[in-house]
């Protein structure tokens, strides 16, 4: 599995560095709607997480996505 | 529903009829009624005419006159709303200018615009100085909502907050003709450099007057607000409402993710985003039937509208009308509409929806190949004229005389037709049909090819989600030699899509090479970037 900053950099087309907790959804012009719908389809396929409407209105940071993908399942 | 439809947009006794007579109109009657939702804040109609009063009082007193083109710079807040009515208010034209577009285009803009006076938001207070640099105009700089602003070079009066609280209402309101523009807009030309489109009162008054009809706009009705207000369908959102008493509500970014979500619990009764909002519900499996039972419209504009969208949304939305609707800036926000229906799946072309008819009063002519009248059934150019047509590009000659023509062979010798650059076609229904853009259609090998067939073609392969070809390599002359096409979709399998497009297209149209993206690039109206592709195939592969 790719760790998931690696998969945020990916999918939202920006350097690796630029991923910190902090970052959120509508901050920076490349994650838009377009950009989390591609990024929580990722998710889903790299690590097998099923993803809903709410959890898709929640994940909207880098250190909430962390979390979700992180915790022990 | 009861109460009898509006049959017009509203004028007021008062203030005449203009864009901003709905708001002073119901300002006067139903001063406590809700017009504009942002966030949890609600602005009643008595609240928006009284902020746009002060904020238009505070810009004609320090201008000493009306003022002609005002900016804002704001992003889906309430400062942007009520600013670009304020600037109305004040006589003016409103300049949307958006925070999120890069400062060099929003600084080319506001040169361009020559504005006398800019509302900004609280948001963009950092911005301010970078766009606004040595520049002399605009003088009048109002900041409704803070207190201090940052240190601004030139002789500028910079009206704050604190100020406009003490800022007498303007009583009345500087006059406004048909004539004069309501709104200045600047839309991505071809050459990468922005173009203004200024829209009269006129112009927009003979769209609301249509729409309002048309969709029998109510007090009750509930609109969304999707649209950046740098796009022309942001009109609709706001203006439409309001001249008939109707509320906004806006929708935020994060709203955008789950519109239906949103849709649901403030009840909207009319829906108006690009198919790509949908598009996006449908790539996640959140476009589901019966989702939204309140809404009694459902409007798409902006792009082509795919067929499988309208049925599914129609589904999710099953009390509502759905249409597809048509229109360049320059014949103002709307100008053809198509309603769909169970039986539209077999007039849809190439997988999209058509875009219909043209509104009541307009005059619609397909162009051939030959610049005459194509035969019924032939593609051409569109060319559309009538009251929507608006006057030219802002202090640009050159492109208006080009784009903007009279054909007394078409129609009468006084009717001055906008070339829209869109290939259409007139079915036998007597529906018209999006092709794609005239500068789409191409000569490979010197084979004419339409893109949007090759799109078409490439789009029924498994796992395609978006298809766009460009012509590659081209000749200094711009002949052809081939095309590439970019595919966005998961575990898609180019050999499988090359024989798919084998088995449809002749030679000359299946693609040389076939490039997998993650997405497509978007230009600032959220439409695919077809330079921005060719840009990257003329990189040097290293760069790539």
Same mark, same amino acid.
């Given at each position: 599995m790719k760790p998931v900053d690696h998969v945020i950099a990916e999918q939202l087309r920006i350097a690796p560095e630029r991923v910190r907790d902090e970052l959120a959804f509508s901050e920076i012009p490349e994650w838009d709607s377009l950009g989390h719908v591609n990024l929580m389809v990722a998710l889903e396929a790299e690590y097998g997480v099923s993803i809903d409407e709410d959890a898709m209105l929640e994940l909207t940071s880098v250190r909430a996505i962390r979390a979700f993908v992180e915790r022990p399942r | 529903m009861t109460s009898a439809p509006v049959p017009a947009a509203a004028i007021d006794r008062e203030d005449g009829r203009s864009l901003r007579s709905g708001?002073? /109109? /119901?300002?006067?009657?139903?001063?406590?009624?809700? @017009?504009? /939702?942002?966030?949890?804040?609600?602005?009643?109609?008595?609240?928006?005419?009284?902020?746009?009063?002060?904020?238009? +009082?505070?810009? #004609?007193?320090?201008? !000493?006159?009306?003022?002609?083109?005002?900016?804002?710079?704001?992003?889906?807040?309430?400062?942007?709303?009520?600013?670009?009515?304020?600037?109305?208010? +004040?006589?003016?034209?409103? &300049?949307?200018?958006?925070?999120?577009?890069?400062?060099?285009?929003?600084?080319h803009m506001l040169a361009a615009a020559d504005l006398d006076a800019v509302i900004v938001d609280d948001a963009c207070l950092a911005q301010l100085a970078e766009i606004l640099g040595e520049a002399p105009r605009p003088a009048v700089i109002v900041l409704p909502a803070s207190d201090?602003?940052?240190?601004?070079?030139?002789?500028?009066?910079?009206?704050?907050?604190?100020?406009? +609280?003490?800022? @007498?209402?303007?009583?009345?309101?500087?006059?406004?003709? @048909?004539?004069? %523009?309501?709104?200045?807009?600047?839309?991505?030309?071809?050459?990468?450099?922005?173009?203004?489109?200024?829209?009269?009162?006129?112009? @927009?008054?003979?769209?609301?007057?249509?729409?309002?009809?048309?969709?029998? %706009?109510?007090?009750?009705?509930r609109f969304s607000q999707t649209f950046d207000q740098t796009f022309d369908l942001s009109v609709f959102d706001l203006f439409l409402p309001w001249s008939a008493g109707a509320s906004v509500y806006a929708l935020r970014p994060i709203d955008l993710l789950a519109p239906a979500r949103f849709v649901a619990r403030h009840e909207l009764t009319v829906w108006f985003s690009v198919p790509s909002v949908p598009a996006l519900m449908r790539k996640k499996g959140f476009l589901r039937p019966d989702l939204m039972p309140s809404l009694r419209w459902s409007l798409f504009c902006g792009e082509p509208l795919p067929r499988e969208t309208a049925e599914q949304w129609q589904a999710a939305a099953p009390s509502s009308v759905v249409e597809n609707l048509y229109g360049p800036t320059e014949l103002t926000i709307a100008c053809f509409a198509y309603r769909w229906s169970a039986a539209s799946g077999a007039a849809c072309h190439n997988g999209v929806v058509p875009i219909g008819r043209p509104f009541p009063g307009l005059t619609a002519a397909v162009i051939g190949d030959d610049d005459a009248l194509a035969s019924p059934g032939e593609p051409g150019e569109l060319w559309v004229s009538g009251p929507q047509t608006v006057p030219g590009y802002w202090r640009n000659p050159a492109t208006t005389s080009a784009r903007f023509v009279i054909r007394p062979d078409l129609a009468h010798a006084t009717k001055r037709f906008y070339r829209t650059g869109d290939r259409v076609q007139r079915t036998a229904s007597g529906d018209y049909v999006y092709l794609g853009r005239v500068?789409?259609?191409?000569?490979?090998?010197?084979?004419?090819?339409?893109?949007?067939?090759?799109?078409?073609?490439?789009?029924?392969?498994? !796992?395609?989600?978006?298809?766009?070809?460009?012509?590659?390599?081209?000749?200094?002359?711009?002949?052809?030699?081939?095309?590439?096409?970019?595919?966005?979709?998961?575990?898609?399998?180019?050999?499988?899509?090359?024989?798919?497009?084998? +088995?449809?297209?002749?030679?000359?149209? #299946?693609?040389?090479?076939?490039?997998? &993206? !993650?997405?497509?690039?978007?230009?600032?109206?959220?439409?695919?970037?077809?330079?921005?592709?060719?840009d990257s195939l003329a990189q040097p592969p290293a760069a790539r």
């Open positions: - | 708001v002073v /109109h /119901h300002a006067r009657i139903a001063p406590d009624a809700p @017009a504009l /939702h942002v966030g949890d804040r609600m602005l009643s109609y008595g609240d928006l005419d009284a902020r746009a009063r002060t904020w238009a +009082a505070a810009i #004609v007193d320090a201008l !000493g006159r009306p003022a002609e083109r005002v900016g804002v710079l704001g992003h889906r807040t309430e400062v942007a709303y009520v600013g670009a009515l304020a600037a109305l208010y +004040a006589g003016a034209a409103f &300049v949307p200018l958006n925070p999120t577009f890069p400062v060099e285009r929003t600084r201090a602003g940052p240190a601004l070079a030139g002789a500028r009066r910079v009206i704050t907050r604190g100020e406009l +609280a003490h800022q @007498a209402a303007l009583a009345a309101l500087p006059p406004l003709a @048909a004539d004069d %523009i309501a709104y200045l807009l600047f839309t991505s030309g071809s050459t990468g450099t922005p173009k203004g489109v200024p829209v009269s009162h006129g112009n @927009a008054m003979a769209f609301l007057d249509v729409v309002a009809e048309r969709y029998a %706009i109510r007090p009750a009705d500068d789409n259609q191409v000569k490979v090998l010197g084979f004419r090819v339409e893109l949007g067939d090759v799109e078409a073609a490439l789009r029924k392969a498994p !796992g395609v989600v978006e298809a766009v070809a460009v012509a590659w390599p081209v000749e200094p002359g711009g002949a052809a030699q081939g095309l590439v096409a970019f595919l966005t979709g998961a575990g898609v399998d180019p050999e499988v899509v090359l024989t798919i497009a084998r +088995a449809q297209l002749p030679d000359y149209m #299946v693609p040389r090479e076939l490039r997998i &993206v !993650g997405e497509l690039p978007l230009n600032s109206n959220g439409k695919i970037d077809r330079r921005a592709l060719l």
